[in-house]
């Protein structure tokens, strides 16, 4: 494939995304709820679309866990987008103004905590110096959307807690496995994508 047509790919791929997604100031923060906001960054590297995850360290809640970077919405954040730029530029050094965000994701509840999850697709640049904040995240790495697409990294993770074990249907990349909510956003990225 050449050049020309990998980046007319890509920008069809994006094109579709947008279209897909709804618009971000339709992520409302509704009254009594226990809201939380993610960013989905997205990047082009070497003519593959790459999504960038987090490994949360072992300090926070769902520690240990793969995640998209992202945290609680606070009463001072002017909206969940907010909070999820926010978020991101504290856990992994994203500066919101670097964020090109291309849409919202319809809400959705953690399965462990029932939190409410508002989740926003960016398209932020590459390279970009990321830097952790070692008390929130363990890890900073990516995974090219082709590979998410391949059910070859298709499996299970078996989650324990309590003396009790639930198996979730995950994607296992270089031995990290990406499961629940962060799995089921991903999967809704992926279909809006096909």
């Not at 856990?91 to 919101?96: A, K, L, Q, S, Y």
Request: glycine fraction near 8%; proline fraction near 8%; hydrophobic fraction near 45%.
């Amino acid at each position: 494939m050449s050049p020309g047509e990998t980046r007319n790919g890509l920008d069809r791929g994006l094109q579709q995304l947008r279209r897909g997604l709804l618009d971000p100031a339709a992520a409302a923060r509704p009254e009594g709820e226990r809201l939380a906001a993610v960013l989905v960054p997205i990047f082009e590297r070497s003519g593959d679309l790459h999504l960038l995850y987090i490994l949360r360290s072992e300090e926070v809640s769902h520690r240990g866990q793969v995640a998209f970077p992202g945290g609680r919405v606070d009463p001072e954040d002017q909206s969940p987008m907010a909070a999820a730029l926010r978020e991101a530029h504290e856990e992994v050094g994203i500066e919101p103004g670097a964020v090109e965000v291309l849409g919202a994701f319809p809400g959705m509840r953690t399965a462990t905590t029932g939190i409410l999850v508002a989740s926003f697709a960016g398209l932020i640049p590459w390279p970009l110096s990321l830097r952790a904040n070692p008390r929130e995240v363990a890890e900073i790495f990516s995974v090219p959307i082709a590979v998410l697409r391949d059910v070859r990294y298709r499996d299970t993770y078996v989650f324990r807690r309590d003396g009790l074990e639930w198996r979730f249907p995950a994607i296992v990349y270089d031995n990290r496995p990406i499961w629940g909510l962060t799995y089921r956003i991903t999967l809704s990225l992926l279909e809006i994508m096909a």
